[in-house]
Structures are given as structure tokens and as C-alpha cells.
């Protein structure tokens, strides 16, 4: 149960099936993780170049609108 757990290929509901658990929680007890596959997946993900996010669209207020909501220019 272990291995097949641990194994990403295989789906936890699947796991679930096989050890005919009721409850998916009574299954991710068996989820243990192992120290050096922690340490190599956190290393790969630090040695991805971070991912390029979409400059993010300027907001535009209209300055009539600012001195109406704001009482601007009073």
C-alpha cells in the first residue's frame, strides 16, 4: 500500500479502491513523505526558472470621476 501510494502515476482514489477504505482519509495515512524525495523535488522546483506572469493592466481612473467620488476640486 505504501508503494502504491507513493507512486504518481497512480491516482490516491485509486489506492482507495484497491484497499477497499471507505473514507479517502483512512487512505492518505498511508501518504508518507520520504526526506529525500522531498529534498530532490524541492531542489528541481528551485532550479526551474520562475515562469513569466502577464504584466498585470493599468488601472485608469478618470480625473471627473475622482473629484465627483472624492470631492475633488472643491
Do not use: C, F, N
Not at 14 to 35: E, K, W
Not at 58 to 74: I, K, P, V
Amino acid at each position: 500500500a505504501l508503494r502504491l501510494a507513493s507512486d504518481p502515476a497512480v491516482p490516491l482514489i485509486d489506492v482507495q479502491a484497491h484497499l477497499r477504505h471507505q473514507h479517502l482519509s483512512t487512505t492518505q495515512g498511508y501518504l508518507i513523505a520520504r526526506p529525500d524525495d522531498v529534498i530532490a523535488r524541492v531542489q528541481a522546483h528551485q532550479a526551474t526558472p520562475p515562469r513569466a506572469t502577464p504584466a498585470a493592466a493599468r488601472w485608469h481612473y478618470d480625473q471627473a470621476d475622482l473629484d465627483t467620488l472624492l470631492g475633488g476640486g472643491r
